[in-house]
């Protein structure tokens, strides 16, 4: 017997009508390239997201054409992020941080139609869109606005979309392979912004009183859901634009009384030794927290915020893939009333899933293992937000296994109270004499030295060894510290053979386009071409 339920679309116009009926007066803030505050509200933020679907129609779309954007995070995006789907298009997020030649590829791959650019990128856009099916350029202070101003906002019709057709899609960044396209439906959608809005100790922890500043850039992985989350419940949302220094953000969170802000650790770190050097100087007394994630958020760098500024760390884990927050390291209520070291622990782990996320940690062989904090294999994850194949990609087999799990490519182990611990990306993992050391737990480690500002440890070829691990390491302004200094430090935690024979002082770690340390290009400067590569073997 069947429930009697009405069959109700998770498609994202109930947003639009949502935020515009119950939020309307709500600011939506946006950092100007001059740095000045541009305010806008949710009630005419939706009208132009209507504009704009009625406009992109009239351009001569077709419902699943896909319209890509090349900006920074601003209010125009978020109009795009809306409207584009609640037209029946797919908003397709450039990242204005690849090259020209990826950029080609991947809105040729996706067969882009129209791109809304801002102006200040056009040079770039230049460099690649002969080499694309894009046929219109929308400039946002420009050719954009024109176009929006053209159309009445009021001819736009909820297109009565199927649930599961695409609203959007975002490219993995390719630091293996070429770059592939996942593509959310609205139903997917839909679905993770209401497990991130879920309550603690589960989702984001933000709630309509908030004032939420995404630092994670809307160009990558949907700016984690923010953008869809703070319109379904309300929240006041304030846009850096492109200034997204330490100071700028400090700076925004004190004028706009942000109380919640997430992006990648190397942001959080810049922030920490800004204040760290400056106590007082900014008033954050209205921050409740923020989400660090898409790395991993070293122990010292969630202490060092607690316990020098009073600032809390949700340390949260997920993939282009998982659209993309699949689980965050809230601590459990029994756990309120434990020591701070023991809630560091905890917090500096992966955290358990969001509701309807489903996890195991599997060996090669595909035998499950044990939670039981020790065995390492590969994260494995199915639920209604994670992805089901890539977008026109053949070859499909080696990602998700025979009975539909989605394999992540991260060597865990699973805590016994489900927190995950991610040990490595598989092609990072150090393999010394048929074991594994973790890259990760080492940098962990040299980063709560107080001589260290960043640290990246990555795998050498060894004659005996098979691989050893390698540290590259930036000190801080003025510090000191020797290869034997920080060996010693590192010895009372580890194996000896997990310490690295091998320090490398570096001025900075190189970055991927998103923030996270890129450790190919470490190899390609510590590890001779003619070396066996160690990726091959891990
Ligand atoms: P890419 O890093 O290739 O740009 P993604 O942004 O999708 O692509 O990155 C997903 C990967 O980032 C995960 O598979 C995992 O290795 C890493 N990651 C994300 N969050 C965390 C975290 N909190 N701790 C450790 N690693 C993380």
Redesign the pocket.
């Known amino acids: 017997m069947n429930g009697l339920m009405m069959d109700y679309q998770l498609t994202l116009p109930s947003l639009l009508r949502r935020a515009e009926q119950y939020s309307g007066s709500k600011e939506i803030v946006t950092r100007l390239p001059d740095k000045s505050f541009y305010r806008t509200t949710y009630a005419e933020s939706c009208r132009r997201s209507r504009a704009l679907a009625v406009a992109l129609q009239t351009l001569g779309l077709q419902r699943g054409d896909r319209v890509a954007t090349l900006c920074w995070n601003h209010h125009q995006h978020h109009e795009a992020y809306l409207g584009i789907p609640s037209g029946g298009f797919v908003l397709h997020t450039l990242n204005l941080r690849l090259h020209p030649n990826d950029l080609a590829y991947i809105a040729t791959h996706a067969g882009d139609r129209v791109v809304i650019v801002d102006k200040s990128l056009v040079p770039l856009l230049e460099q690649f869109v002969d080499r694309t099916p894009i046929e219109h350029v929308l400039v946002v202070e420009d050719s954009y606005e024109e176009l929006l101003s053209s159309v009445d906002a009021d001819a736009w019709r909820d297109p009565e979309l199927d649930e599961n057709e695409a609203a959007a899609m975002c490219y993995?960044?390719g630091?293996t392979g070429r770059p592939k396209g996942v593509l959310y439906s609205h139903r997917s959608t839909m679905l993770h912004t209401l497990g991130v809005a879920a309550g603690n100790p589960m989702g984001l922890g933000v709630s309509e009183s908030d004032v939420i500043l995404p630092v994670v850039p809307m160009f990558?992985?949907n700016a984690w859901g923010y953008p869809y989350l703070a319109t379904m419940i309300g929240s006041k949302l304030v846009y850096p634009g492109p200034h997204l220094d330490p100071e700028s953000l400090l700076d925004a969170f004190e004028r706009e009384g942000v109380t919640w802000t997430a992006g990648v650790p190397t942001i959080w770190l810049g922030i920490l030794g800004l204040l760290d050097a400056n106590p007082g100087k900014w008033d954050l007394s209205k921050m409740k927290g923020m989400l660090v994630?898409?790395?991993?958020?070293p122990r010292a760098m969630i202490a060092g915020f607690k316990q020098r500024h009073g600032l809390n760390v949700v340390?949260?884990?997920?993939?282009?893939?998982t659209s993309?927050v699949a689980s965050t390291a809230q601590l459990p209520g029994e756990l309120s009333e434990a020591d701070e070291e023991t809630q560091f622990d905890y917090i500096a782990m992966?955290g358990r899933p969001l509701p309807l996320v489903e996890l195991r940690n599997r060996d090669a062989e595909g035998k499950t293992l044990p939670w039981d904090g020790e065995s390492m294999g590969e994260l494995e994850i199915r639920g209604p937000w994670i992805a089901a194949g890539y977008y026109d990609t053949p070859d499909q087999a080696e990602r998700w296994t025979e009975d539909g799990w989605f394999k992540?490519?991260?060597v865990v182990a699973m805590h016994p109270r489900g927190f995950i611990m991610?040990k490595d990306?598989s092609k990072d993992v150090i393999k010394s004499g048929g074991e594994w050391i973790s890259s990760?737990e080492l940098e962990n480690a040299l980063m709560a030295h107080p001589a260290i500002a960043e640290a990246a440890v990555i795998a050498v070829p060894d004659a005996k060894w098979d691989e050893r691990p390698l540290a590259a390491v930036v000190l801080r302004e003025g510090q000191t510290a020797t290869a034997d200094e920080l060996r010693q430090f590192l010895a009372p935690s580890f194996a000896k053979w997990w310490l690295p024979e091998r320090f490398e002082f570096v001025a900075e770690i190189p970055k991927?386009s998103?923030g996270?340390f890129r450790k190919t290009e470490l190899r390609e400067m510590f590890v001779p071409a003619d070396a066996p590569s160690p990726v091959a073997t891990s």
């Open positions: 993995t960044s630091t990558h992985a994630g898409g790395s991993a958020a340390h949260g884990w997920g993939m282009t893939e993309p992966q992540t490519g991260d991610i990306r990760v991927t998103v996270k």
